[in-house]
Every structure is written in C-alpha cells, then in structure tokens.
C-alpha cells in the first residue's frame, strides 16, 4: 500500500499546476473543476462574485486574473487555509471572510455570481448540503447565477475511489468523501422555481454518469 500511496502523491504532484502543488485543494479534478467555473463566470459586467469554500484561493487567484472588473470576495470557516488564501491573494484586492456556509453573512440578493466547487463533497451530511445550497441560493441576486459541482453518486468506479482513499491519500482519511445523486439535487432546485442553464461533465464517461457535474443555475 505505501508503493501505491507513493504512486498516488506523485500523480498528484505532477497533475497540480506550478505553485499549487503542496495545496489540499490541488490535483487533476480540482483544477478542471474550477476551470470550467471560471469560464461559466464570464460574461458579466462589473458583478460582484462570491466564492464560498475558498480554501487557499486558488480559484480566486485565477479568477483576478481573468475575470475582469468583478468585485472578488471569498469565504472559508477554516482559519488555517483560510491564512494561505490570504498569503496568495495579500495584494489582489480579494475580500475574505472566515464563516459557515450554511450561516452566510450576506443580505439576501447581495451577489450577481456565487461559487461553490470541489467543497459539496467533504460535507458531513446531505442535510448540510441542502442548507448551505440554500444559503447560496439566498444571497444570489435573481436573475442571477449559482455555479456548482457535485461528486456523482451513479458512477461506479468514484464509489470504489472513495471507499479506498484512506488508505493511499491521508489528506482525506477523516472526511466523509459524499456524493449526491445529480436527479435529486436537480428536481430540488426546479422545485423551488430554479432554472439549470447549463451542466458539465468531468471525467469519463462524458455523460450523466461521469463522476463530477458542474451545473449553472439561474436562480
């Protein structure tokens, strides 16, 4: 097992951009995850965008980058990774704020643009899910976009990823690994007037099975 954890840290390592590769939030799905976020955030004229669960600011690293003219803020409940977002973002001009997501500190309809990725999964309960996906939901504008992933409970070999994690990625031995079922999560949102503008697959195979979804939702 330690040649295969071995394995597993320098497939990590070598698939995590420059910069980012001793980070909890690096690796080849995170990065395409937040990518595609990236390119589903354009588009808007001077908005303000909110990205709960920030970590280290990786995502809004990039973000200041590319996404020109939008008012940055990021929200983490961790300290510690919250302290490295504010290491790589110090002079970016990103606001950052340490809070739960299912308390968000916003008015209602205060963001054009709220951001939630590669952070569903590590939840200790569907419950929480649900409340934090309410909360965002809350503090977006109508009219207005919530972008999102969800690990994919209908694919098989994701299931046996996770169950098996423990015992080659010691960064996620105390997490709980939760995937969602896309149906559910969908016919929630539609339920309460939500509206799936787009919907994104990651990995193989490219389709309603693969093991992540990002979806775009006009609130």
């Known amino acids: 097992m330690k040649i295969v954890r071995n394995f597993y840290y320098w497939l990590h390592k070598k698939t995590s951009l420059p910069g980012e590769e001793r980070e909890y939030s690096s690796g080849f799905w995170q990065y395409k995850v937040r990518d595609i976020a990236l390119e589903l955030s354009e588009g808007l004229s001077f908005p303000k965008l909110l990205e709960v669960g920030c970590g280290e600011g990786l995502f809004l690293n990039r973000a200041k980058k590319e996404l020109k003219n939008y008012e940055l803020i990021g929200l983490d409940i961790w300290e510690d990774i919250l302290l490295k977002a504010k290491t790589r973002l110090h002079d970016k001009g990103v606001n950052l704020i340490q809070a739960n997501a299912c308390f968000l500190p916003f008015k209602d309809d205060s963001f054009d643009v709220v951001v939630c990725i590669n952070v569903f999964f590590n939840l200790p309960s569907e419950e929480i899910f649900y409340q934090s996906l309410s909360e965002i939901l809350r503090v977006c504008k ?20 996770y169950k098996l994690a423990k015992y080659y990625d010691e960064t996620v031995k105390n997490l709980p690994l939760r995937t969602y079922s896309p149906q559910k999560v969908i016919s929630y949102l539609e339920e309460r007037g939500h509206k799936i503008i787009e919907k994104r697959y990651i990995g193989f195979p490219d389709n309603k099975f693969s093991p992540i979804i990002i979806l775009k939702v006009k609130k």
């Not at 919530?146 to 046996?160: A, E, G």
């Open 142 to 161: 109508k009219e207005k976009f919530i972008i999102f992933d969800i690990r994919n409970k209908l694919n098989p070999l994701l299931y046996i990823k």
